[in-house]
């Protein structure tokens, strides 16, 4: 039995593509640093999970990358611990002197 996500992928014989080892990397990113949250701040995953709102179980979860969790669950999260949430497609280049901002862009 599959105790988080890369053990399911694994199981299944599932050759992770890139979008897949992103979305891994993510998950186990996230889980990270709740895991180091957590323990930074000497709490149970029942406490935390109080914190949040949610049951310790989703905790449970979210600490071995076995979820799915939308952005915007991440957002509160974020906000109930006092953190923030920051996404990038990395499409385009940040600190590029020839980007343009996206405000000064036209349809096409």
Not at 18 to 33: C, M, N, T, W
Not at 96 to 107: G, I, K, L, R, T
Request: charged residues 25%; glycine residues 6%; proline residues 2%.
């Amino acid at each position: 039995m599959s105790t988080n996500m890369f053990d399911l992928l694994k199981e299944l014989g599932h050759e992770p593509g890139k979008e897949d080892s992103q979305y891994i990397s993510v998950l186990a990113h996230v889980a990270g640093e709740l895991l180091a949250y957590r323990k930074k701040h000497r709490l149970t995953q029942k406490q935390l999970a109080e914190r949040l709102g949610v049951t310790q179980a989703m905790v449970s979860k979210l600490e071995s990358g076995d979820i799915n969790i939308s952005v915007k669950k991440l957002a509160e999260i974020a906000a109930k611990l006092g953190g923030s949430l920051y996404v990038t497609l990395n499409l385009v280049p940040q600190h590029d002197d020839n980007f343009e901002s996206y405000e000064n862009w036209e349809e096409t």
